[in-house]
């Protein structure tokens, strides 16, 4: 395939490299006309051709397919999920990508091509890339620094196909366990959610993909847990707990898009909300970058929000807001704007601004550039003109990846109990039970590949190996007798299966039992988008299961596939053991054979508390002091097992705490130390963590609140000296005006295992006046060992 550049011999300043993106933008804005302008605001939905050749636009149930012939000779800004909207052979999507590029460059008259994005929440999700286990397991992990890496190999993967933004990480801060889409989130605190999701920005753009951060903002707050749901959070609530992810990714991060959040907070739609998309992400925080629309968002302010009586006002509400860019594909950005600009009903400057940040943006990834290629590397050097020697060519599960994946899933299993039965010592009969026992995609997230789109592709192979826990527990106990019986089914209310169940458990001497969810989308799954619960009591029948398996008197070792953190019912405190997996990719399963048998230690700490009881939701950790139990209400919101908890098969001691300033002023930090020995008879790792009680404020505080973090990994007997500095910073939060502030008076530093198990304590006082802080504050402790 011969792919010419159709502006050779052109010179333009907007081509030259010596000026700064933002003037070569700038250059180009003045040549364009509206219809060009407003072609670079919007995307088309497509899917790359299994041949290789161009891309053809998506069916989907909101919109007829645009017509691209139409489209194309004003340009196009994006291209929507050419490799995940069907199965396609890798090689053969990223040469259907570049021939599609092609032909949008040639058909525009400044050979400007599009900027192609797809869904990376678990993995680029892609017909055969690795499967990566969720976010809610890169909160487990407590490892910012892995999911670094993790999203590095990403990113890698997307860029040497031809892809340019990822749409992750979600910076969602879980408020009720039941809304489908916590397998998407890091976690139900603020602070593990904004330092690991600012690692996964950083991995993607290191490797040159724009990060999107989404949902901005206030998304997962939705009342009843269910999704696009109205939101009705004060402005405290918004503040210090569902923004503070996002500015420390905004500071810390650089990402170069934000996609904004589907509902509305207090009656106002985060797609119309000028003060959070413009006055807060770009005037306070200093976000450079694109706004991009969540698909369909910006239509939704008619159909759904009614704020706006036609498309063309709620294309005008949501570029005046701040959104720049409408996804997935053209509508409101279309011809209703083209008239409302022309007719002064939307002013062009709008348009303007808008348009200066993605051409910026194509800029900076050299979209503008005159030796621009529309090949990318994977093709590098190949011959293009047979598409059929290409199939198999590009490896998007690499050996590397997969080791990266089972590292991560390995660090993620979080042991929530065990009486001693775990490790198991080669027990001569297994009995292998439950509905998440031999079903492959059973340690798949919603938006897996092999899940979100592949099961609209039953006749298509997965692409990716993913053994079963029957699979993987055959190979890690050779010489056990393994039986595998269903039971049940993750969500069916036929009980016939249990009777069998029971009898397989009669004749081991262990059962293992797998039961948890099964992800899908808007109701096909028990876990994912619009696969809301009603109560967090285990999907159909499998409580009912799991009582008849304890009632035989074996030793009963659950294991947990899931999405959400469910009640268990009095396995909680009666099983065996109970092995914690929040979807953990396609390693999941050898993760957690390892973990059963002993090869790996475990040590995940749980993000999410595990719940003592199926109906006490809303509840997090994150919680004031009349959110607990008290003797006026009858119902008890005390965990299972709390936010941070986890054990391992050695022990840890905790001892001589030394604080160096009993006060310090509001502007001061504070210095604290104590020995951490590893007292078991074996290596393992222990996640410390930080938690700040503030026992008199001006404004009703949380209990406590994690402030840091920092996993150790120790020999047997080895010992180490963790040294922490605690910024006062740490302490702010929004005061009575509105205004971030750090108060006077006595503060408790709680040292613990979990936000359950405090080890030690240092109460301290600040001294001096309150001190008003902005978005610059202080956002981390310091930790060193040694």
């Known amino acids: 395939m011969n792919l010419v550049d159709p502006t050779a011999g052109r010179t333009a300043r907007w081509r030259d490299r010596a000026l700064s993106p933002e003037e070569r933008a700038d250059a180009l804005i003045a040549e364009m006309t509206l219809p060009e302008k407003l072609a670079q605001l919007v995307g088309v939905w497509v899917g790359a051709s299994e041949e290789g050749g161009d891309v053809a636009p998506h069916q989907h149930d909101m919109e007829e397919p645009p017509d691209l012939d139409g489209l194309l000779p004003t340009g196009l800004g994006q291209l929507t999920r050419p490799f995940g909207t069907a199965p396609v052979d890798p090689a053969l999507g990223a040469l259907s990508l570049a021939r599609s590029q092609q032909r949008i460059a040639a058909a525009n008259r400044f050979g400007i091509p599009a900027l192609a994005h797809e869904e990376c929440l678990a993995g680029f999700a892609a017909w055969g890339a690795t499967a990566y286990p969720v976010p809610l397991s890169w909160g487990a992990t407590f490892n910012p620094e892995l999911i670094r890496r993790m999203a590095g190999a990403i990113g890698r993967d997307m860029r040497a196909v031809g892809v340019h933004q990822g749409l992750a990480p979600v910076l969602d801060v879980v408020r009720d366990a039941r809304w489908g889409r916590v397998e998407e989130t890091i976690g139900e605190d603020p602070y593990l959610v904004g330092t690991v999701a600012t690692a996964y920005v950083q991995g993607l753009e290191s490797e040159g993909i724009v990060a999107t951060l989404k949902h901005f903002a206030g998304y997962s707050a939705s009342r009843a847990g269910r999704n696009l749901a109205p939101v009705g959070m004060g402005a ?51 976000f450079r970058g694109t706004v991009v629309a969540d698909y369909f968002g910006i239509a939704f302010l008619k159909l759904l929000h009614g704020v706006a009586g036609d498309w063309a006002e709620a294309a005008g509400l949501a570029l005046a807001s701040g959104v720049d860019v409408e996804l997935p594909t053209v509508k409101t950005f279309g011809e209703p704007l083209l008239r409302a600009v022309e007719d002064g009903t939307v002013p062009a400057e709008l348009v303007d601004r808008a348009l200066r940040r993605v051409l910026v943006q194509k800029a900076q990834l050299g979209l503008l550039d005159e030796d621009w290629e529309a090949v990318p590397a994977a093709l590098a050097g190949l011959a293009l003109d047979d598409p059929r020697a290409l199939r198999g060519s590009v490896d998007l599960d690499r050996p590397e990846n997969r080791e990266l994946a089972r590292e991560i899933a390995e660090q993620a299993v979080v042991l929530l109990r065990n009486d001693g039965t775990l490790p198991l010592r080669s027990p001569r009969r297994i009995a292998l039970i439950g509905p998440n026992a031999d079903t492959p995609t059973a340690v798949l997230g919603c938006y897996a590949f092999p899940v979100h789109v592949g099961s609209q592709h039953p006749e298509v192979p997965v692409g990716i190996e993913l053994p079963t826990l029957r699979e993987t527990l055959a190979a890690e106990f050779p010489d056990s007798e393994i039986r595998t019986v269903a039971g049940a089914s993750v969500d069916g209310l036929d009980t016939s299966g249990i009777a069998q169940a029971v009898a397989a458990a009669g004749e081991a001497e262990v059962v293992v039992v797998a039961l948890g969810d099964r992800a899908g989308l808007f109701g096909r799954g028990t876990s994912g988008e619009g696969c809301d619960a009603e109560s967090l009591e285990l999907p159909g029948v499998q409580q009912q299961l799991l009582d008849a398996l304890l009632d035989t008197g074996k030793p009963v070792v659950l294991v947990l596939l899931a999405g959400r953190p469910y009640a268990l019912g009095r396995a909680a405190g009666g099983a065996a053991a109970v092995v914690q997996a929040f979807f953990p990719g396609e390693a999941g399963t050898e993760a957690v054979a390892a973990v059963l048998s002993g090869r790996t230690n475990p040590s995940g700490r749980l993000p999410v508390s595990i719940p003592a009881r199926p109906g006490v939701q809303p509840s997090t950790y994150l919680a004031a002091r009349l959110a607990g139990p008290s003797e006026v209400s009858s119902t008890d919101p005390t965990p299972a097992f709390g936010f941070g908890h986890g054990i391992g098969y050695t022990t840890f001691d905790w001892s001589d705490l030394e604080v160096a300033q009993q006060a310090v002023g509001t502007e001061g930090a504070v210095d604290l130390a104590f020995t951490l020995r590893n007292s078991g008879g074996r290596a393992g790792s222990e996640t410390v963590q930080l938690y700040l009680h503030d026992p008199v404020a001006s404004v009703v505080q949380p209990v406590q609140r994690l402030i840091g973090y920092r996993r150790i990994t120790l020999e047997a007997g080895e010992e180490t000296r963790v040294r922490v500095s605690v910024p006062a910073d740490l302490a702010s939060f929004t005061g009575k005006d509105g205004r971030r502030v750090v108060e006077p008076g006595e503060l408790e530093l709680r040292v613990a295992a979990s936000s359950t198990d405090v080890r030690l304590t240092a109460t301290v006082r600040l001294a001096g006046p309150a001190r008003v802080l902005d978005h610059t504050r202080r956002l981390h402790a310091e930790f060193r060992t040694g």
């Open 236 to 286: 405290r609530e918004r503040a210090d707990v569902i923004l503070p992810p996002f500015e420390m990714a905004v500071r810390e991060g650089r990402p170069r898009s934000v996609m904004h959040a589907y509902t509305d907070t207090d009656g106002v739609p985060s797609a119309a909300d000028e003060a959070l998309l413009t006055g807060l992400l770009r005037d306070t925080w200093g």
